[in-house]
C-alpha cells in the first residue's frame, strides 16, 4: 500500500460533487478550500448541463478529478467516450463492470487515465442482485467483476467498504479499491445500504473513500472533511 508520503491522506479523500449546476458546484469549491483536494463529478452535473464547465474550473484550481460518468454500452461506444475522457486532466473514470470484450476495450482506450470498474453499486444488497437474476452474496458478485476487470488491464474497483476482506483476500492489492458508501457516524437511513466507517474502510484496504452526504449535510463541512483527513491518516499512517 503506497505511504502517507507518496499518497497524503488528503488526496484519498474524494468528495462526491452532486449537485445540479456550476453555482452550487463552485460554491462548494469555496466553501471547502484546501480541505478537498480531489473531487468527483458525475451525473447530475452532466445532465445539468455544467459538468464541463466545472471540470475545467476544478482544473483551473489544481484540484484532482475523478469522471464517475458510469459508461456502459457496446465496446466500440465505451472505448470511444473513454478516449474522449483521455484527453482531458482527469484522474479516474468510471465504467461499470460488464462483458470482457467492454472492459478490454476500455482499457485499451484508456491511455494514462485510470479506469475503476463499478461492481456492485453500494445501494444494492443480496436481495435487489436477487430480484435481477444474480445469485449470491454482493461481495462474491463483486470478487467475480472485479476479477475480470483485472485481467481486462482495468486499473481498480469501486466497491464498498464491506467487500473489501474478501476482495483484498482473493486478488490481493494491486487493484485500486475506491470505497463510496462511507457514513462517518455509522448508518444514516438513506439510500446506502452497504456501508463502513472511514477508519474501517482503510483497515480493510480501501485505497480512497468517496464520500457526498456526510460533508454536504454537515453543520460545518469544512470542519467534517478536515475530521475525515485526520481520522485517514491515523488509519494510514
Ligand atoms: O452522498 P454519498 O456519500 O452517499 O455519495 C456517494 C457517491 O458515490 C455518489 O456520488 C454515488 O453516485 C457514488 N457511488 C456510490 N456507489 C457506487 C459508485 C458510486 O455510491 N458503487
Redesign the pocket.
Known sequence: MPTLTENPARDRLIF?L?VPDRTEAIAWLDRLGDSVSFY?I?LELLSGGDWFHVLDELAKRGKKIFA?LKFHDVPATVAGAVRGLAQRPITFATIHCDSRAMLEAAAAAKGSLQLLA?TV???NDANDLAALGVAGEPADVVIERARLAQIAGIDGV?CSGTDLPRLRDALGRDLLAVC???RPAGPSG?D?KRTVDVPTAFAQGADYI?????IRNAPDPRAMADGIVRQIEQSVG
Open positions: 462526491a452532486d468527483k458525475g464517475d463499478v453499486l453500494t445501494s469501486v463510496p458508501g462511507i438513506d446506502q468517496v464520500v457526498g452526504r456526510p
